[in-house]
C-alpha cells in the first residue's frame, strides 16, 4: 500500500496500538530545557526511577537565560534555579548537559541538527512547540508538555493519537528579497492560524527542494503557528550533505546503512493526504504581520486588509488592530518601529545573519532603533566572527550578544517596552508575547534589517 512519508515514519516507530486510542510512538530523541523539565524530573524522583534512556536524551539552557555577561552567576532567582535544576538532573541522571558557557550550548532547536541529533526518520519530542523545525531533516518533531516529559524520560515512549495529514506544495521560485521566512508566514496567512489543526504537514514542490536546510528548519518550525503538529520535508541530498560527518551521525558502515533507509523516505507516488493545497512562489514577496496573530500576515507592499477579506472574525480584528494602533487599509511601509529582533528558533543561524548583514552593510543602524542581535548557538556566534560578518554589523552601529531565545517569549531580561514597536524574526506576535503591551511585526531578517537601518518598516528589496 502507497504511504506518506508521515506514514512511514509514523508507523515504523508504532510499539502498540490501543483500540480506539492513541498509539504508543517509541522515541529516538529527547531534547530537554530548563523551564518543561524541572517538575518531570520531580516526578520520576518521587516515583524512585531513573531515565529510561540517558543516551537518547540531550539538555541544553536556553530559554530564561540572560544573553549578555553569561559568564556571572545569573541574577534572576527564578532563572537561576531552573538552571541550576536541569544541571543536577542532567548530572543525577548521566545525561548529556549543555550549560551557559559550555561551547555547544544554544537555543535547543539550532544545537539538535548543528550536532547531528536530529536525523532523517527519527522521531524526536521536545517540551517546546517549536519542535517541529527538526521536521525539514525528514524526521517526525512535535512539542510535548510537562507531564509527557516525565513519560518519555521514565519510558522512552509517548501516547499519541495519530495526525491527519496535510500535504503543501509550493511551485516555480521565489523571488529576489525573498526568503524562507516570507515563504512560511505567506503560507500561514494563506491558511490562518487554525487551518492545519490536527494535521501533519509536508512540505513538497520547487520552492522546498530549492531552499537551504535552515530555510527548510525556518518553514517547519512555523508549522505550529497554523496549528499544525508539525511539519516535514523529505530528506534529499542536501539533507544528507549537511549532516554527514557531524558528532552524533552515523559513520562508516553504519553510515551507508542508514543512508539505505534513509534514501527510502519519501512519499510514494500515489499516496493520498487528508487534505491538499499548491501556491505559486512567485507570488511571494517579502511579508510583514500587522495583528496579533501570525496569520495575520501581508505582503509588504500592499495595505492592511479589511476584516472581511480575512479569517479571523470582525471583533478579534478590531481588537488586533486596536492593540497594533494600525487601521484597514493603511501602508505597512513607513511606519515607524523601536526595536529590532534577530534570533529565536526560527531565525538564529547563520544564514540568518547572513541575510540580515547583506543589508545593513555600508549604512548605520537609525538612532533611535534598538537592536538585539542573539546567535542560535555558540557555533552560529563563532562563524559570525570568523566570517567578518561581526565588522560589518560592528561598522553599522550593531552589537552582538551571547545565545540564547532571548526576546522571543520574553523570559529573561530581553523584554520590549509596552507601547513600542518591535520588527522580529521570532515566530509569535500575541499580545505580550515580547513583554507586556509590546507590539510584535513578525518579518523575516532582511525586512528586520532594512526597518534597523531607516527606523521605519521598508522593503528591503529598496536597499539592495
Known amino acids: 500500500m502507497s504511504k506518506t512519508l508521515f506514514d512511514k515514519v509514523w508507523d515504523s516507530h508504532v510499539v502498540q496500538q490501543i483500540e480506539d486510542g492513541p498509539d504508543v510512538l517509541f522515541i529516538d530523541r529527547h531534547l530537554v530545557h530548563e523551564v518543561t523539565s524541572p517538575v518531570a524530573f520531580l516526578g520520576l524522583k518521587n516515583r524512585g526511577i531513573k531515565v529510561m534512556s540517558p543516551k537518547r536524551t540531550f539538555a541544553t539552557a536556553d530559554h530564561n537565560t540572560p544573553t549578555i555577561n553569561q559568564h556571572l552567576p545569573v541574577a534572576d532567582p527564578l532563572s537561576a534555579n531552573q538552571l541550576k535544576a536541569l544541571e543536577e538532573n542532567a548530572k543525577a541522571h548521566n545525561i548529556s548537559y549543555w550549560g551557559l558557557g559550555h561551547e555547544k550550548n544554544g537555543i535547543v532547536h539550532v544545537i539538535g541538527p548543528e550536532y547531528g541529533i536530529t536525523q532523517p526518520g527519527a522521531t524526536i519530542v521536545c517540551g517546546d512547540s517549536h519542535t517541529s523545525t527538526h521536521g525539514a531533516f525528514g524526521a517526525i518533531a512535535f512539542g510535548i508538555g510537562t507531564s509527557e516529559v516525565e513519560m518519555v524520560l521514565a519510558t522512552q515512549c509517548i501516547m499519541q493519537p495519530k495526525p491527519k495529514t496535510m500535504q503543501v506544495n509550493v511551485n516555480g521560485s521565489l523571488n529576489k528579497g525573498v526568503t524562507p521566512k516570507d515563504l512560511a508566514l505567506f503560507i500561514i496567512s494563506k491558511l490562518s492560524t487554525s487551518g492545519a489543526t490536527g494535521y501533519f504537514v509536508e512540505y513538497a514542490g520547487e520552492v522546498f527542494r530549492s531552499i537551504s536546510m535552515e530555510g527548510r528548519m525556518t518553514v517547519c518550525n512555523l508549522s505550529i503557528e497554523m496549528g499544525a503538529r508539525g511539519g516535514i520535508i523529505a530528506p534529499d541530498e542536501k539533507t544528507f550533505e549537511y549532516i554527514k560527518d557531524l558528532e552524533f551521525t552515523p559513520k562508516g558502515a553504519a553510515w551507508d546503512k542508514a543512508m539505505t533507509y534513509w534514501s527510502t523516505l519519501k512519499t510514494d507516488e500515489n499516496a493520498t493526504f487528508d487534505k491538499k493545497y499548491t501556491f505559486d512562489g512567485d507570488a511571494i514577496e517579502p511579508m510583514i504581520t500587522y495583528g ?10 500592499g495595505g492592511i486588509p479589511t476584516a472581511e477579506s480575512v479569517d479571523v472574525g470582525a471583533a478579534t480584528f478590531k481588537k488586533s488592530l486596536d492593540y497594533m494602533g494600525y487601521k484597514q487599509g493603511e501602508s505597512m511601509i513607513g511606519k515607524k518601529i523601536d526595536f529590532v529582533f534577530l534570533g529565536s ?24 532603533v534598538t537592536a538585539w542581535l542573539v546567535p542560535g548557538s555558540h557555533k552560529v556566534l563563532n562563524a559570525i566572527k570568523e566570517e567578518g560578518l561581526l565588522k560589518t554589523l560592528e561598522a553599522a552601529g ?25 520588527v522580529s524574526t521570532s515566530n509569535r506576535n500575541f499580545e505580550g508575547r515580547q513583554g507586556p503591551g509590546s507590539r510584535t511585526l513578525l518579518a523575516s531578517p532582511k525586512v528586520a534589517a532594512a526597518a534597523a537601518v531607516t527606523g521605519v518598516v521598508t522593503d528591503p528589496r529598496s536597499l539592495s
Open 292 to 301: 496579533t496573530n501570525p496569520g495575520m500576515g501581508m505582503g509588504i507592499s
Open 398 to 422: 550593531f552589537e552582538l550578544r551571547e545565545p540564547g531565545c532571548s526576546a522571543c517569549l520574553a523570559m529573561n531580561d530581553d523584554k520590549i517596552p509596552a507601547g513600542k514597536y518591535a
Open 345 to 368: 528558533c526560527t531565525n538564529g543561524r547563520i544564514e540568518d545573519f547572513r541575510a540580515f548583514t547583506e543589508i545593513v552593510e555600508g549604512k548605520k543602524k537609525a538612532d533611535h
